[in-house]
């Protein structure tokens, strides 16, 4: 006994010993009562201090797992180790529809995966390289020390003040009245978007949205149950015929956008157009939901206003922003803003569901951007990625026998190929270890079967080349066949 033990580097020694004494005691291996080795000789036996031992031993006193007897050592408590017969349970059979629909539009789990090796143009999350992590840690040092252990303890549903303070600032800034307005903190687009849709739908209630639109959008809405009316999209964004002739079939609950740097297209959608759409939704009363997810990584097309700014002091707008794109995605932060007595229940919606968005999050992220370094982040990643959308597109032009391209910036452009399934295609580029996103997954109507859209955001210049070169080598060899 205890010979056997592999002290390794990862975790401290004590704690290594004191589980491996637990786990013999708890699996019955050790009798109540039965003497273990002095901590002289455990510590000659395992070649560790002796004071290392007397920790372990210690902890498995506090845990009541061991006793000690004056001038004798230490011994085994009279611990009840119970076995009960196997209990399992077949979940797969037990899970409801709700986990069974979410699992089905996963696509996670269900579209191919990268492997060592391959170029992916899947993604559209930031390059990480770029991260400014100096000025990140020193936030976080500058917030542990002057928050102190208030900071670990539980925080408000709405959020860290600073941080909204900040924002409706933020917000101001891109010239929207924030009278009668609030904001809320949220896990990202993903949960502000969730509550919106927990807050003011019901099941068979009917969303109308670009089609295409992202997914994860479209993933959220069938499962709250919506009936999802997809409007038609020109290079300029929505067909506003088609919009008008959607809404005399139906009357919308709610309408949701994405006006700039639409996601899978990348279209941003003209400030005429833009009004135009305010107030085709205003005559019919339909709210918009506004996601400005990447607004800020603005590096072709000059200064277009969001559509929340065009409401005035009206609340008619609720704007979801996140700071995924523009900053960090795993830090999950973003912000609804809307008419302030919406904000309330949204707060209730969302201490019911998990109290609050990580306080000591958003309080590193508060002094992150009070400092002034989002500004300067933003300056430098639009340079950068500018850069890589020029070359995506030149690549693009140069190898894909494309029918269109759609694109004004952003992290990923959007392809349309007459005559090709773009699913065929992506099997064929796989094999040759190029892989990318579908379109058909951004349709609300099982349409887009010809396009793709290509993520270059982490992805290297050579790659791009080399991986655009392999689609459009694999296009022009399925439209021979
Ligand atoms: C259209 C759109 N909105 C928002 C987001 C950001 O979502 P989140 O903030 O949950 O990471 C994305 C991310 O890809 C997106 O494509």
């Not at 000059?302 to 794109?325: C, E, Q, W």
């Not at 999050?361 to 370094?373: P, R, S, W």
């Not at 190929?417 to 379109?439: A, E, H, W």
Request: glycine share 8%; hydrophobic share 35%; charged share 30%.
């Amino acid at each position: 006994m205890f010979f056997d033990i592999k002290i390794d580097k990862k975790s401290p020694v004590y704690i290594q010993l004191k589980n491996y004494i637990k786990n013999m005691i708890l699996r019955g291996m050790m009798a109540s009562g039965e003497k273990l080795p002095s901590t002289r000789e455990m510590a000659s036996r395992l070649k560790i201090s002796r004071n290392t031992v007397m920790c372990a031993y210690d902890f498995l006193k506090d845990d009541g797992l061991i006793y000690m007897k004056k001038g004798k050592g230490a011994f085994v408590a009279d611990v009840k180790v119970d076995f009960q017969e196997k209990w399992n349970v077949d979940w797969s059979n037990r899970i409801n529809n709700y986990a069974k629909k979410a699992t089905e539009l996963d696509i996670i789990k269900s579209e191919v995966k990268w492997e060592k090796g391959m170029i992916s143009f899947k993604s559209i999350a930031p390059d990480d390289k770029l991260f400014d992590v100096e000025n990140f840690k020193k936030s976080f040092l500058n917030c542990i020390s002057r928050e102190g252990g208030k900071i670990l303890n539980y925080g408000y549903a709405q959020g860290y003040k600073s941080l909204i303070k900040y924002l409706l600032k933020y917000m101001e800034n891109k010239g929207i009245n924030t009278t009668e307005k609030d904001i809320i903190i949220t896990n990202g687009f993903t949960e502000g978007f969730d509550l919106i849709l927990s807050c003011l739908t019901n099941a068979g209630d009917s969303v109308i949205c670009e089609n295409p639109t992202h997914n994860t959008a479209i993933k959220i809405m069938k499962l709250h149950k919506l009936n999802i009316v997809g409007v038609a999209m020109d290079e300029d964004g929505i067909n506003l015929k088609d919009l008008k002739i959607k809404l005399t079939r139906q009357k919308p609950k709610l309408s949701y956008f994405i006006p700039s740097y639409h996601n899978p297209t990348g279209i941003v959608m003209p400030p005429e157009k833009r009004t135009k759409l305010y107030n085709i939704l205003r005559e019919n009363n339909i709210p918009i939901v506004e996601d400005g997810f990447n607004e800020e990584l603005r590096y072709l097309s000059d200064h277009v206003s969001p559509i929340a700014a065009l409401s005035g002091n009206g609340n008619s707008v609720i704007y979801i922003g996140s700071f995924s794109k523009i900053l960090f995605p795993g830090i999950r932060i973003g912000w609804i803003l809307a008419d302030k007595q919406l904000i309330g229940y949204i707060e209730s919606l969302k201490r019911s569901r998990n109290i609050h968005t990580s306080f000591l999050d958003q309080a590193v992220f508060y002094d992150y951007l009070k400092e002034g370094n989002f500004e300067k982040y933003i300056k430098k990643v639009r340079r950068f990625y500018k850069d890589k959308y020029e070359k995506a597109i030149d690549f693009a032009r140069k190898y894909i026998p494309y029918s269109k391209i759609y694109g004004e910036g952003g992290l990923h452009i959007f392809i349309e190929v007459y005559g090709i399934d773009s699913r065929k295609l992506l099997n064929r580029c796989c094999k040759r270890g190029v892989i990318f996103t579908p379109g058909d997954i951004f349709y609300t109507d099982g349409g887009g079967g010809n396009t793709f859209r290509l993520g270059f955001s982490r992805v290297s210049d050579e790659d791009i080349e080399r991986g655009f070169k392999i689609i459009g080598e694999e296009i022009k060899k399925l439209k021979s066949v």
